[in-house]
């Protein structure tokens, strides 16, 4: 345990150290703060638009704006003197929209392009407002003598407010594990590879088992990518409440716990992976082809969970979410949208652990074999020989 420690020590000191490293954290706590920042002045902003009223009185015109205040949208209503003129300024892009109140109680809407659904239905709305009204005007009536309708709302599966940022959280957890995993992994094969080329793993195979250099590898390098996830994941949560998009910081506090348990094993079956794939190339030139099958698989499971978080109760997906490695990414959706039961979610966790357990098994063989094998690539007859024993 000592030698693994201490290989896994040099591996956090070698890769902490490292100016890209850094740097590329530093810009991307940059951009998560700066992206914070712009989405919550996005989502605080209303959208405003500007309609110009032909022929119509004062009353169609406060109704017209306070249709709009009841929809979210701020609706600024300019009299406008004839139709010629409305339609100059819906060409100079000075109005969104007209409404041209003709005799009869007839109503054109005029705009130089289409009219967005919510603007539409906001005069829409309001014109059929304004003339109930004015029905029951000319009738000596008034709308607040007109009784309403006892109306009581049910909902059989109650909305769970809290559940879009319990998924964002695990949304962004998944993103950054993939990040992770194809960075941190990439690491870990290209040290097998250098360490190969340059002879320097004859000298520590001289004095270190090489279990315990494959284990001191991945645990050194999966410290350093579990400490970048924190930080980045911390810095969202922080940014997120600072900014207003995060009310239950609790919640998504707990949400990202689950998140960074699923990491560990996601990153541990990747990282056994990657350090198997490094030790049977001999040069640099050959991992990224001999990579490529794990690159794709990263790539699938990450886009599981972002087509997946739609859908998440498709059976596709309920099945999806049991097989390793895609659980390390569907499985904390699943808990998000409250999906999964406890035994659901600790049963998968059990899968995982298993799955780990298999893929460093068959590693752990394929890297003792083939980390001190120079000059032509492991094939896979005799990886399968390797872990069949022959």
């Known amino acids: 345990m000592t030698n693994v420690l201490l290989i896994a020590g040099r591996e956090i000191n070698t890769r902490a150290r490292e100016k890209s490293f850094v740097v590329s954290t530093a810009i991307m706590m940059v951009v998560i703060v700066a992206g914070a920042i712009v989405w919550s002045m996005l989502a605080d902003r209303e959208s405003s638009e500007h309609v110009g ?23 600024t209503v300019t009299g406008v003197p004839d139709e010629s003129d409305a339609r100059s300024r819906l060409g100079d892009g000075d109005l969104q929209a007209v409404v041209v109140a003709g005799p009869g109680d007839r109503y054109t809407l005029l705009s130089e392009k289409d009219l967005s659904t919510g603007l539409d239905g906001t005069l829409r709305n309001a014109i059929a407002q304004y003339q109930s009204s ?107 409440s600072a900014t207003g998009l995060l009310t239950i910081a609790g919640t998504a506090g707990m949400m990202f716990a689950a998140v960074v348990a699923w990491f560990i094993l996601g990153f541990l079956f990747f990282a056994a ?27 699938a499971v990450l886009y599981s969970g972002i087509f997946g978080v739609q859908a998440i109760d498709a059976t596709w997906l309920q099945v999806l979410s049991w097989i390793p490695p895609f659980s390390a990414v569907l499985m904390p959706i699943r808990i998000a949208v ?32 083939s980390v001190l094998r120079t000059g032509s690539r492991t094939s896979w007859s005799e990886v399968g020989g390797m872990l069949t024993g022959r």
């Open 134 to 240: 004015a029905w029951l005007a000319e009738r000596g009536l008034n709308a607040a003598d007109v009784p309403e309708p006892d109306v009581t709302a049910e909902q059989l599966e109650p909305a769970d407010p809290d559940a879009a940022q319990r998924i964002s959280v695990a949304m962004i957890g998944s993103i950054l594990l993939m990040m992770a995993i194809m960075t941190g992994g990439l690491m870990v094969a290209v040290g097998v590879v250098e360490e190969k080329t340059s002879r320097i793993v004859e000298i520590l195979l001289a004095s270190v088992r090489p279990l315990q250099l494959l284990w001191g590898k991945i645990l050194g390098i999966g410290v350093i990518s579990l400490g970048q996830v924190v930080v980045l994941g911390a810095t969202a949560l922080i940014a997120g």
């Open 338 to 369: 409250g999906d999964a039961s406890s035994a659901t979610v600790a049963l998968s966790f059990v899968v995982m652990i298993a799955a780990c357990a298999l893929v460093v098994w068959a590693s752990a063989r394929i890297y003792s074999r």
């Open 53 to 75: 009223l032909v022929g119509g009185d004062t009353a169609l015109s406060q109704t017209i704006e306070h249709t709009g205040e009841a929809t979210g949208t701020t609706v």
């Open 273 to 299: 992976l990657y350090a198997a794939t490094g030790a049977m190339v001999s040069r640099q030139e050959e991992l990224n082809g001999a990579s490529t099958p794990l690159t794709m698989l990263a790539l």
